[in-house]
């Protein structure tokens, strides 16, 4: 903290950080409460996680081609305005396609912070400013869906996304003002880097991503579906913070151990145990069964998390540190988005909990994957050395948004 600019870049993020802990969850509660609909709601998380997606290695590409400065300070202003415009809409058909619209244009405030602490701290207080980092984002992960039901729910529920728009507004035109974003350069690309998409390794890991994101997004939609049907919508911030705050506790723990174990091992074992964890979510109610077992899943899911990108960092090929989990994110996010529609339509047609019980069998079919592939993945069979350890934690605090 004795370092110039490390607590105001940290405080400028923060409020646009928070913004994005709480955009889904408004989305959701505006859709419903304007259509009458989960399904419909679901729809619209689900076009919003999908453009995201699918546009965020465009957005980050521009990036690295013109620096940070103009692109946060035209993305910011135009996606808190289609908050606002989103605010307006009354109608299933208006808050769909401006929900899509949305995500296209959501600015990449994470991607942005991360490669600006190098420039800011020493090399030795990487590993703190990183993990300062992470605990930063973890943190709007528990606040924003609190904050969100809150307002959402109360007497005036048109607040809540404007409170969204403000709060992205003043993070990005923060974030953009402070020497750090201002001034940074972007690296040049390694010459004759192989194509991801040709990459063994990273296929696997993209196929895999398919699972979890499409069992994410049902899991993120039959939360607050089965909340809304029982009449205890404002249940759903607590369970989503007690899955947070469990997720930051267990990447914590997991980073403690982690340079103990080789990854792909710590990876697999942790893996099985994540996927026990989360059968009994199948049979828990909204209240304090789910807010419980949703504890435990996060908690196993943070320390996957850890173990995840020391194997990514392993078999990555050389020179696509971002871009190797910027594709990967993609295909996860686009299959969230598929997932989050699925998730709508099986809670109101059949039951949230039938979308509660695909969580589990989506994490099943990730962990047989990883293991039939494990071959693929062998390189991440050593321990790892202090600097790849050093990388992966620069990956776990990237988040392409």
């Known amino acids: 903290m004795a370092f110039p600019q490390v607590i105001r870049l940290g405080i400028s993020a923060f409020p646009a950080r928070l913004a994005y802990g709480m955009i889904g969850l408004g989305i959701f509660f505006k859709t419903e409460q304007e259509t009458g609909s989960i399904a419909a709601a679901g729809f619209a998380i689900g076009l919003n996680s999908l453009a995201g997606a699918l546009t965020a290695g465009l957005r980050g590409s521009v990036m690295d081609r013109f620096g940070q400065k103009w692109p946060i300070r035209i993305l910011v202003p135009m996606y808190s305005l289609l908050i606002v415009l989103l605010n307006t809409m009354e109608t ?24 600006l602490w ?61 020497p750090a974003s201002r001034d940074w350069i972007p690296e040049k690309k390694a010459k004759g880097q192989k194509g991801l998409w040709r990459d063994r390794a990273i296929q696997l890991l993209m196929f895999e991503g398919c699972f979890i994101g499409f069992g994410w997004g049902v899991f993120d939609v039959a939360v607050p579906a089965f ?12 369970i989503f913070a007690a899955f947070g705050l469990a997720t930051i506790i267990g990447g914590l723990l997991g980073g403690l151990v982690s340079k103990n174990l080789a990854p ?135 988040e392409v948004k």
Request: proline content about 6%; aromatic content about 10%.
């Open 227 to 238: 909340a809304t049907q029982e009449g205890v919508q404002h249940r759903v911030a607590w």
């Open 264 to 398: 792909l091992p710590a990876l697999r074992n942790t893996y099985l145990v994540w996927f026990l964890a989360c059968i009994p979510i199948t049979f828990t109610n909204p209240d304090w069964t789910m807010a419980l077992v949703g504890a435990i899943i996060g908690f196993f899911g943070g320390a996957v998390q850890v173990f995840y990108f020391e194997v990514l960092e392993a078999v990555r090929p050389q020179g696509s540190q971002t871009a190797s989990l910027g594709w990967i994110w993609s295909v996860e996010g686009s299959f969230m988005a598929v997932g989050a529609a699925v998730g709508g339509v099986v809670s109101e047609e059949f039951s949230p909990r039938v979308g509660l019980a695909m969580l589990p069998i989506m994490i099943f079919f990730g962990f047989i994957i990883l293991t039939v592939g494990k071959g693929r993945l062998s390189t991440a069979n050593d321990v790892p050395t202090e600097e790849e350890d050093l990388r992966a934690i620069k990956d776990i605090s990237n």
């Open 92 to 115: 299933r058909q208006s808050i769909l396609i401006t929900a899509f619209i949305l995500g296209i244009t959501a600015p990449p405030i994470n991607l942005s912070v991360r490669p």
């Open 118 to 178: 190098k420039d800011i701290v020493p090399d030795s207080y990487l590993r703190t400013a990183y993990a300062f980092d992470s605990s930063m984002m973890s943190t709007t992960t528990v606040i924003g869906p609190v904050v969100i039901t809150a307002l959402s729910l109360s007497s005036r529920p048109g607040i809540a996304l404007a409170t969204v728009a403000a709060l992205m507004l003043i993070g990005g035109i923060a974030l953009s003002l402070t």
